[in-house]
T-cell receptor, first 114, second 112 residues
Framework: KQEVTQIPAALSVPEGENLVLNCSFTDSAIYNLQWFRQDPGKGLTSLLLIQSSQREQTSGRLNASLDKSSGRSTLYIAASQPGDSATYLCAVRQEGGATNKLIFGTGTLLAVQP | DVKVTQSSRYLVKRTGEKVFLECVQDMDHENMFWYRQDPGLGLRLIYFSYDVKMKEKGDIPEGYSVSREKKERFSLILESASTNQTSMYLC???????????FGDGTRLSIL
């Protein structure tokens, strides 16, 4: 059974720092991996999606990498800003499934201090 | 941009009531999903639908049912609400099975 883990559960950094969020999964047979952002009391906003054949994806100050064989993904945020404060979730979609079922980690709560 | 709209942001109901949560998407997506989110447990899939009138159980379907009479609308039904169904409910949609899921803002449901 696929398990997705995000460590640390919470992170606090000063504004301007570069930071890395981690996501690990136990079954490497994934179709893709998606990173989301969730603001308090809100839904999820899709940030980046990496297909299993890709190594990384970039969007602005965000860069997500995927090492499928070792079951790891990282989300790199450059020059962090207070507006980046949110919970970041990763989710994997299994290979071979007939559905688009995502399996989520429990998230990392990020606080960027001004 | 994809727009997924959930009818209520906050809802308070009583034990035993029949509760309807509505979700509408405006991008002609084939697939729609209902999740619940609880502290320490993350998001868990309740039901999903890959076409009109089609539905499949997710990981935690007990106590819930769904309806998809039109492509753009996916309803979650709590047949007889119980206090353990107090949670944040999130609806999502995707164009195909391989495309990203897009989420609504969620409905925070309290069962008293």
């Amino acid at each position: 059974k696929q398990e997705v883990t995000q460590i640390p559960a919470a992170l606090s950094v000063p504004e301007g720092e570069n930071l890395v969020l981690n996501c690990s999964f136990t079954d490497s047979a994934i179709y893709n991996l998606q990173w989301f952002r969730q603001d308090p009391g809100k839904g999820l906003t899709s940030l980046l999606l990496i297909q299993s054949s890709q190594r990384e994806q970039t969007s602005g100050r965000l860069n997500a990498s995927l090492d499928k064989s070792s079951g790891r993904s990282t989300l790199y945020i450059a020059a962090s800003q207070p507006g980046d404060s949110a919970t970041y979730l990763c989710a994997v979609r299994q290979e071979g499934g007939a559905t688009n079922k995502l399996i989520f980690g429990t998230g990392t709560l990020l606080a960027v201090q001004p | 941009d994809v727009k997924v709209t959930q009818s209520s942001r906050y809802l308070v109901k009583r034990t035993g009531e029949k509760v309807f949560l509505e979700c509408v998407q405006d991008m002609d997506h084939e697939n729609m999903f209902w999740y619940r989110q609880d502290p320490g447990l993350g998001l868990r899939l309740i039901y999903f639908s890959y076409d009109v009138k089609m539905k499949e159980k997710g990981d935690i379907p007990e106590g819930y049912s769904v309806s998809r009479e039109k492509k753009e609308r996916f309803s979650l039904i709590l047949e007889s609400a119980s206090t353990n169904q107090t949670s944040m409910y999130l609806c999502a949609s995707s164009l195909t099975l391989h495309q990203p899921q897009h989420f609504g803002d969620g409905t925070r449901l309290s069962i008293l």
